[in-house]
């Protein structure tokens, strides 16, 4: 079959089972978009802003596990995806972002719009191709997205020139593909699984302790099951949110600089912290010289450069969270083990929960949890997914929203990048347009990245957005009055803003404000019965702060409130 | 503490890049760095010396071994690798000196690969100490020109 380039690349998507394609397109790419103008099985979602095609690719694969797609022309289109990229790199999701590059012959002159984004981005892919050559073109794609999908996930960046996307080739899609240097191991090394078994019957005070990686497996059903069958209180990462039932008796909640008091004191006081596709990120682990003092610690991860990276592992196991903790699983089942010798720590924790759980200001005003919380109540019964910007919205919806099921959580862990929610929303809601998706956004954060108002208007996606509107840069605005003796400085947002009902109506989209408390239950079941995208601003009081809080650098038992 | 470190690589481009910009990146340092294509055109051997401060060379393993285009690291104890370096060094001679210049390179069984009125061009191979001899030698003499390879090395034996 001869094709073009271009063409090439499209058969190749078409192929792979890509059905959107989130981007912008510019002089590099025009072969390209052409070709795709001429899919019948992908659909182009024009955004805004390239930053915000990479976050909806992000978006779109955290909420249903396949490869999200983006694509911009070269130099600034290319260079406005990188802190998408760098995005997807530090949480671990398969995204692949395909850019227009000027033509193989201008390379390396300064050409217009030239920009070395292979460079630029090498420190935050997963993989990364220029390609030079049309040939090269289904070998690349058939390696880029297993390379993105497989292992530890991560977004792999394929540069293509402009000359490139007019070569003529004739088209042949690899049956499989062949890396040498890439082998990820999937399944435990079975003396260590055996010894992880010894070590979790041996405990008396045992804490599974999970993150994003038992999400990317799909291991939370044997997750489950483990804490389940033996009992185990469950503690979680930010990027775990979702992948252990929020109402399960055995959850303790999330770890960490705003983690709860029950899980932070669990943490402290265990003997076996049983680690299951986490990274022992700072903001989780407080001071990691104080971490767990008295704990041995069974790490299970995909990438052996996580094992011993923060923490020395007692019990390392490299594998697929869903396969070694299967594995785990059948043995207990098979042996009948049930344990019995941690039950005064089972109920030190239940006592725990109930003596420190985490409150509803007692106040009349309306405050961020409030709203939060009654969104979360109104949305129980619904398909509901979740999305937020980075903040104290962030963490309160981490604290406040009940969910129960994996992919149903979207949040910007590692890199921590405001504006993250709303494109996002629109990625998970194009990949699952059944779902009631919500977008719980600060007013710093939304304003970072409210062109793509656009996108969701022109496409009619049915996102709701809940600005959290306390006129302020509000983590920062914490940080300055705990730290900085609240010295307030370049943190108030309140001249500037614009008023959202008005620019939602600039839009054509509904939108509506709720001020105080007696209003918020109608003012949110009205925006979640409207059928098309709603914004619900919320304007909450101003000098709320996220409690309880591990300061930086401090140790997990150095938690200010929550009791 | 210095290790040797023998990564085989896929003989592409950007490879060089991708293993230089994780060391920078994880705050490993290079030492020295030799690199060229194997028997093979389509793999290339690269010999880097790292010097370890705090970090764990566990961890630079680890790292190195998550770029797609690495195929395999070997880490040699000295005593386990045969460990050579190259040398070039063009120092000023006059007609007193020269022969005395020549001595010095014959006790290291170096050569003279280039000779002129006013100047020697000595090659020298060896382990990286007795590459330090000879500069240190030599350097009286005014050395106006060198370069070395960095180390390369391959296992002993079997291996």
Known sequence: MKLTGAEAVVKALEMLGVTDIFGIPGGATLPLTDALSKSKKIKYYLMRHEQCAAHAADGYARATGRVGVCTATSGPGATNLVTGIANAYMDSIPVVAITGQVATTVIGTDAFQEADITGITLPIVKHSYLITDAREIPEVFAEAFYIASTGRPGPVVIDLPRDVQNQIINFKFPEHVNLPGYKPTLKGHVRQIKMAIEELMASERPVLFIGGGVINSGAHEEVKKLAESLKLPVAWTLMGKGAFPDEHELNMGMIGMHGTKTTNTAIMNSDLIFAVGVRFDDRATGNLKKFAPNARIVHIDIDPAEIGKNVKADVPIVGDARSVLAEINRIITEKESTKNNHFKWLEQIFEWKKKWPLKLPDTDDLTAQHVINTISKLAQNRDVLVTTGVGQHQMWTAQFFKLEKPRTFITSGGLGTMGFGFPAAIGAQVGCPEKLVIDIDGDGSFQMVLQDLGTVARYNLPVKVVIINNRYLGMVRQWQELFYGRRYYAVDLEKGSPDFVKLADAYGIKADVVENLSQLEEKVATMLEHKGPFILDARVKEEENVFPMVPAGASLDEIIGGD | ?159
Do not use: W
């Not at chain 2, 481009?13 to 490993?28: K, N, S, T, Y």
């Not at chain 2, 120092?91 to 290291?108: G, H, L, M, P, Y």
């Open chain 2, 1 to 159: 503490m210095k290790h040797t470190l023998s990564v085989l690589v896929e003989n592409k481009p950007g490879v060089l890049a991708r293993i230089a910009g994780l060391f920078r990146r994880r705050g490993f340092n290079i030492h020295s760095l030799a690199v060229a294509p194997t028997e093979n055109p389509n793999l290339s051997k690269m010999i880097i010396v790292v010097d370890l401060e705090d970090k764990p060379l566990e961890q630079v393993e680890k790292q190195l071994h998550k770029l797609i285009n690495v195929i395999k690291i070997q880490d040699f104890l000295p005593h386990e690798a045969v460990e050579r370096e190259l040398a070039l060094i063009k120092v000023k001679a006059t007609k007193e000196n020269r022969s005395e210049i020549i001595q010095i390179a014959d006790i290291f069984r170096a050569k003279i690969v280039d000779v002129s009125q006013d100047s020697l061009a000595i090659e020298v191979t060896g382990t990286e100490d007795k590459i330090d001899a000879i500069v240190a030698l030599l350097k009286p003499y005014q050395i106006i020109d060198i370069a070395r390879t960095g180390k390369i090395a391959v296992a002993r034996g079997k291996k």
